[in-house]
C-alpha cells in the first residue's frame, strides 16, 4: 500500500516585534510601574517566533507543542497588544508551501500586517506538521496507526479551521496554498489518510469481514472527494504531480478492499454467485489502481490473492453449485462506515503554554480605565473649578469694597497689616522675577510641541504623496489599503491636538492681558514696607469709628471669608487625592459578561468616592452668598458712617488695586504652573502620537518596498509574447544574398581559434515546458551572414537606483536589517556552461599544419564571429532589477 501523503510547511522571514510592541506598551499603558518595560518578556517573544517559524523544524510531536506554544501566545496578547494596521505595525511575510522558487526569484509571498494573518499562517503550519508526523507512524503495530489516524484528523480540522478563517485575516491571498479551495482538498485528503489508517487497523486486528468491508468503502469515499477537490484547475497546478494518481489510486484500492472483504461476506453466507462478481469487480478496480496510481500503488500481493480466490471459486461454482453470478448493477450497495472526524481546534493548544505578558491588562479593560480616568478628571475639573471661581469672585467683591484694608486703614498714616501679609506672600512666591520667568518659558514650550505635532503631519503627508505615487504607477496591482484610509484616527488625533494648541494660545493670551493691567501694583507689592507706605496717598483717619459695632461686625465676617477659603483649599485637596482602583471591577465584567459597559461602572463608582464631597462644595457656595450678603449690608453701613468723617479717596483707591493685584498674582502664578505643567504633559503625548506616526510610516514603508518587489518580479517573471509572423508579401522579391567563394591561396595558414558564444539558459515558468537547450554556434558558411552579437541591455554593473534613506526623528531611531548581498558575478558561473571548442578542433584539424589541399589563404574575416562573448548576466529577458533590496 502506498505512503502517506504530508504537506510541507510554509516559510517565513524575521521580523522586528521588540521595537513596536515596545513602544506601544511605553505610549498605551502609560501607568505601568517604574522600569517594567516587559523589554525580557518582548525579547523571549521574539525568540519563540524565530525558533518557532522561521527555522527548519523537525518532523516530530515536540515541534507540534513548539508551534502550539507560539500560537498560544498570540491569542495571548490578541487582546493586549493588537498587531494590525492603525496599531501596532508589523509586516508578517510567509511563503507558499507548495512554491519552491525559480532561478529568477524566490517563492510566492504574502505578507500582512495583521496578526490574524499570522496566527492563520501558524495554523497551517500546525496542520502541516500534524501530516508530517502522522505520516511518519509505523502501520506495523497499533499505537502508530491510532497515532497516525490521530495526527491526520486534527490536521483535517485545522485546514478547515484556517479555511474558515483565512479571509477575516486577509482580505487578498497571493499565495495559492492559502486559497480556500486548496484549504479544502488539504482537508478532505487529510480526513481520507485518518479513514485509511482506521482500515489498516481493522485488517490489522482481523474484524469482522463486514465491518472492514464498510470501513473501506467509506475510505473509498473520503478519497473520491478529496480527488475531486484537487481536480479543480487553480489546486491541481499547486500540489505535487504525484498527489493526484496517488489519490486516485488509493480511491479504487478502498473501493477493492471492500469489495475482497464483501466477497469473503458472500463466501460466508454461501452465495457463491455474488462472491464472484464482487471478486470480479475488486479485480478490475486494482487495474484501475495500476492505471490510474502508476507505480505508487503496489497492488501485485493483493491482486494475487484476489485472482486465486477468483479461480477456486469459479471451479467449485462452474462444478458444483451453479450459482447465477448476477451483475453489478445488481449487486447491493455495500454499507459505510465514517470513522475519522474533524478535530476541532482547542485552546491552549499545548499544555506547556505560559502569557509572558500576563501582567498586562486587555486593551479593552486598560481603555475603560481610561474613560473612567476622564470622567474622573471630569468631575475633579468641575467642582475645583467651582470653588476657585466662587473665591474669585469673593476676592473681587471684597477687593471692589476695599476690605479688609478700609477697616485697618481708619488713621490713614500706616500700611494696614493685611497689604504687608500681601506683600510678603508675593515675595515668599519669587516676586516679578518668578512670574516673568514663567511667562518667558512659555513660548518656548509651544514651539516645541508645535514642531513635533507638523513633524507628525509631514510625515504623514509624504507617506500619503508615496502612496498616491505607487498607485497611479501600477494603478488596480497596488492592493494595499490607501494612506487616507489608514491615517483617518491619527489625523483626528492631530487635529485635535492642534486644537488644543490653539486654545492654549488664547489662555496665554487673557493671562499676559491680565498681568499687563495688574503689573504696576505687583511692583508696588514687591518693595519694602516703607516703599509702600511712601507709594499709597495720605488720607485723614477715621479714628473715630475705631471700635463701633459696624466695625467689629466687618472684622468678624472678614474671619469668616478667611474660614472659607481655608475650608476650601481642604476640600481641594481631597478631591483631587481620591482615588480608586477601578481595573479589578472591569476584570471582573470581562470575565463575566465578556464585555465591559463602561458607562455604568463608572458612574456608580464615581458617585460613591465624590458624592459627599460634592455636597461639601454644594455648602461651602451657599455660605458664600450669605457671608458676601452680610459682608455688603456691613459695609454699607460703615461707609455711610465714615462719610461723616474726612474722606481719602485715592488712598482707598490704590488700596483696592493692591488687593485685586494680590489676587491677579496669585492667580496667574497658578495659571502659568499649570500652563507649563500642561505643555510638558502634551509634550510626552505628542512624543508618542509621533512614535506611532513614525512607527505607521516605517512599516508601510516596508510594505511598499515588499509589494514593490513583489509586483516588479511578477512583471519580470511573465512570459514574453512572440513578434507576429510577417506576412508573405514582406519578402516578396527578396533574394537572399549569395556568400562569394573565399580567395585561393598557396601559403597554409593556422585557422585561429573562436570560442563559441555561450547564451545562459532561462528557467521557463512554473508549469510551462522547460526551455529549450541552448543554441550552438552557427557554422563557417553561416556566420557571414548572421548579425554580429549585440551586448543585452543593463548589463554586468548596472544597478537599480537606490530607494532614498528614510530620515528618522530624533525621538526614533529605527533599525535596518543587514543589506541584501548583490548577486555574484556572471564569471563564476562559467564553469557550468560548456564551451565549444576551437574552430579547428571542431573540423578535426591542427594548429601548425593545415591538411593537404586545404587551402592557405584564410576565409574572410567577417565569416567568424568576432565580437566575443555577449555580456548579459543581469541583462537577460526576465531579470528583476528591483528583486534586490537597496543597500542601507
Known sequence: MATFLAVPLKNSSEVELQRPLQNFIKNTYSDLPEGEDFSQQL??????????????????????????????????????????????AVNFGWQDAFDKGSFLGG????????????????????????????????????????????????????????????????????TYDMQPDCLGALSALMLAQAQESFLRKARQDKMKDAVVSKVAMSASEFYADAAKQMAVAHVKEVLPKEWIPTVLGKQYYMHAISEYHQAMVCKGAKSYGPEIARLQHASDLLKEVERKGGQTIDVKDFAKRIAQELVAVKKDNDFIYHDVVPSLEKLPKTGTAPIAKLTELSLPMSSGSVDLFERLVPLSVHNAAVAYDNRKAEIVNREVGKLREATQLMNSVLASLNLPASIEDLKGDSVPQSVLEKSQAIKDKGGLQSIDQLFNELPDLLTRNREILDEAVRQMDEEKDSDNQMRERFKEKWSRVPSDQLTTSLRTEAGKYRTILNNAIQADHIVKEKYSQNRPFIIILSKSEGEIAADLPSASGASALQGTPVVQELRQLMKDVDEIKTVREVLENEIKSATVDIRPKFMQALAADGAINEESISNTSLDQLYGALIQQVQESLRRQETVLNNVQDANTRFCSAKETKAGGQEREEMLRNLATAFDSYMELTSNLQEGTKFYNDLTQILVKFQSKVVDLCFARKTEKEELLRDLTQSLANQPSVPPPAAPSHHNAGKVPPERPPPPKTTQPTPTPPVP???????????????????????????????????????????HPPANPYYQPMPSYAPSYGAPTPMPAPYGQYGQQYPTQPPYGQQMGYGYQQAPQGYPTQPPPQQAYPTQGYPAQPYGQPGYNPYGQQPPH
Open 756 to 798: 563559441a558564444p555561450r547564451s545562459t539558459p532561462q528557467p521557463a515558468p512554473r508549469s510551462q515546458a522547460p526551455p529549450a537547450a541552448a543554441p550552438q554556434a552557427p557554422p563557417p558558411a553561416a556566420a557571414a551572414s548572421a548579425p554580429p552579437p549585440q551586448p543585452a541591455p543593463g548589463g554586468y554593473g548596472q
Open 107 to 174: 517563492a510566492r509571498k504574502q505578507t500582512a500586517p495583521s496578526a490574524a494573518f499570522e496566527k492563520v499562517c501558524v495554523v497551517f503550519n500546525i496542520a502541516a506538521m500534524n501530516s508530517q508526523v502522522g505520516a511518519l507512524q509505523s502501520s506495523d503495530d497499533d499505537d502508530g496507526l491510532k497515532n497516525a489516524a490521530k495526527q491526520f484528523q486534527a490536521a483535517a480540522g485545522l485546514f478547515s479551521y484556517v479555511k474558515s478563517n483565512v479571509y477575516s485575516a486577509v482580505q487578498q491571498i497571493r
Open 43 to 88: 525579547k523571549e517573544f521574539s525568540k519563540q517566533r524565530t525558533n518557532t517559524v522561521c527555522r527548519k523544524l523537525d518532523k516530530h510531536a515536540n515541534s507540534i507543542d513548539l508551534l502550539g506554544k507560539y500560537y498560544d501566545q498570540l491569542v495571548a496578547i490578541d487582546g493586549k497588544l493588537p498587531i494590525m494596521e492603525g496599531q501596532i
